[in-house]
């Protein structure tokens, strides 16, 4: 099973893994060094990729909420 892709409200891709091999595939395979990562706290197995759309643009505050 893949990890989940949800679209922000502001059109950024998220990636959430839900399991240990979705998120080795999240870490080590879909990120780059410009993607912002999160780890949910005492929530088995959450890591979350937040893709960067550029090398110029920031997150936003609301796409790093929804995250």
Known sequence: MAPVKYISKDGW???VGKNNLQNDFL???LASGNDTWLHAKNIQGSHIII???GSK??????TLIQA
Do not use: M
């Not at 643009?57 to 609301?62: R, Y």
């Open 27 to 29: 870490t080590f395979k």
């Open 13 to 15: 891709e998220i990636y």
């Open 57 to 62: 643009q920031s997150l936003p505050l609301d």
């Open 51 to 53: 893709k960067n759309k």
